[in-house]
């Protein structure tokens, strides 16, 4: 009888044994797949953190704070702020130590929801949970004093400006467009026309060189007495830039009013080389790259409007107010920047969209040397010198390859592109704006090879080739 009592004991810390190291186990794989998960929402990688979201789900093991985080980020992704709002103060009020590091998100989405209110009252909250538990010095808590005064100082100063506001003819709005380099077309600023680059590498309203703000009758945002300057982010360079307000903005009947504008420094011939400047071919070239900077309309502009439609076989934008057809989401929204998802040789691949880039279709060498396996470089093709302009810089004799027989798909449907239009890879951080680039860039080229109209539907998230 002993025995058996033994026996039965050494079983039931044995099996205790087994379900506590399956319980480990198990832990460990859900905070390791959790982790997979928060990483690709941290590097703004969104068509990967779906199906793992999706896959967590379905099995059962999506903590909270993944579940939060996830709701949050796609909501940012999506251009919805309500909703952002809505599950980063989920996550606060889960675990209120988290607020000083959501607090510059909150503001910001507040601030862009035009709750300033609310947006002063996360400076107030943010800066008692850093006092009450932060742990810092004197000096510490000085910066961070600082920081929210800076802050509210802003807040309030945005508060007196009067919303964005909309208004479109009842006609079809559309504009008539030029194309020689990128988009172009005419914009009557306070009265004014100036010819005006479209431009959704571009994360402002509008940017305006500061020769002509005062030409174009902008007003300056005041938000202190000593110093309005603040540092933009451009092709990863900062710039010295000041906030302006255009009363009105019209074009292809549509105007805006109260409308944000950034006016930055007009120092742009020192980027270039003495030897650039001194090629009659070059230099005309860098003539119309300067004059298409002076003044562009940038990709929050279009996502106020909603939609467009690029006509490239009859050079015209057309602005619609709705549309029945809906397809699969395939762009997102990153720091107001526009990435899409697109197929090169059944591969999927996410790229920054620059219509502002004389460009076709660009890889980075780490997408590159990812699938390089299905991915042929032409060795016999011939390579002219790269050379590449953006506003803030340029580069001379970049090394690149030229890809071969590659096939391009949007909407899982084949780009039939001319031979002359080349996908390039190369090291694109050499000239990126953003350091945390996904897989490349699909610059105005690529628009154009499709010789069809394209639908940027930016309330239901995807680029497609209109089809009626």
């Known amino acids: 009888m002993r025995k058996i009592v033994i026996i039965y004991i050494l079983l039931g810390v044995n099996v205790f044994c087994f379900a506590q190291n399956n319980a480990k186990k198990e832990q460990a794989t859900i905070y390791s797949r959790g982790l997979e998960l928060y990483n690709s929402l941290i590097n703004d990688d969104f068509f990967t953190a779906k199906p793992l979201y999706d896959q967590l789900v379905s099995d059962k093991i999506l903590t909270e704070f993944i579940d939060y985080f996830y709701k949050y980020k796609t909501a940012v992704y999506r251009g919805q702020t309500d909703t952002a709002i809505i599950y980063i103060e989920k996550i606060i009020s889960h675990d209120n130590t988290r607020l000083p590091e959501f607090c510059n998100e909150l503001s910001l989405l507040y601030i862009k929801a035009n709750k300033f209110k609310e947006a002063l009252k996360v400076s107030e909250r943010a800066f008692k949970e850093i006092v009450e538990n932060g742990n810092l010095d004197e000096e510490g808590l000085s910066q961070w004093q600082y920081f929210f005064k800076t802050r509210d100082v802003y807040i309030k100063t945005l508060s007196k400006e009067k919303e964005l506001r909309i208004v479109r003819s009842d006609s079809l709005n559309s504009v008539e467009f030029d194309d020689k380099d990128v988009i172009t077309f005419d914009i009557v600023y306070n009265g004014q026309k100036h ?122 934008i057309v602005f619609p107010k709705a549309l029945k057809k809906q397809k699969e989401q395939n762009i997102y929204f990153r720091n107001n920047e526009l990435y899409a998802q697109i197929k090169i040789n059944d591969i999927p691949f996410v790229g920054f969209v620059d219509t502002g880039a004389e460009a076709f279709v660009e890889i980075d060498t780490n997408f590159y040397n990812r699938c390089k396996d299905k991915i042929e470089v032409d060795t016999l093709a011939y390579k002219k010198p ?25 909407q899982d449907k084949p780009i039939n592109y001319s031979k002359g239009s080349q996908i390039l890879a190369y090291d694109i951080r050499l000239m990126s704006a953003h350091p945390r680039i996904l897989d490349g860039n699909i610059g105005y080229d690529f628009f154009r090879e499709i010789k069809a109209s394209v639908l940027f539907d930016f309330v239901n998230m995807y680029i497609d080739v209109m089809t009626e």
């Open 386 to 410: 790269l050379n590449a302009s953006t506003i803030t810089k340029m580069k001379e004799d970049i090394p690149y390859d030229i890809l071969k027989d590659t096939q391009i798909k949007l």
């Open 195 to 316: 010819k005006t680059a479209f431009d959704t590498g571009v994360s402002e309203y509008f940017t305006v060189r500061k020769h002509l703000a005062e030409k174009m009758g902008l007003r300056k945002i005041q938000f202190s007495e000593s110093n309005d300057e603040f540092k933009t982010l451009m092709n990863g360079q900062d710039l010295d830039a000041q906030n302006y307000i255009a009363d009105s903005i019209s074009f292809g009947g549509i105007t805006l009013y109260n409308v944000p504008v950034t006016v930055f420094e007009d120092d742009v011939m020192s980027m270039f080389t003495e030897s650039s400047l001194q090629e009659p071919n070059r230099l005309d070239k860098i003539k119309r790259f300067i004059e298409r900077t002076d003044v562009v309309v940038g990709l929050p502009t279009m996502i106020a409007l909603e939609r467009l439609v690029i006509d490239v076989n009859k050079k015209k």
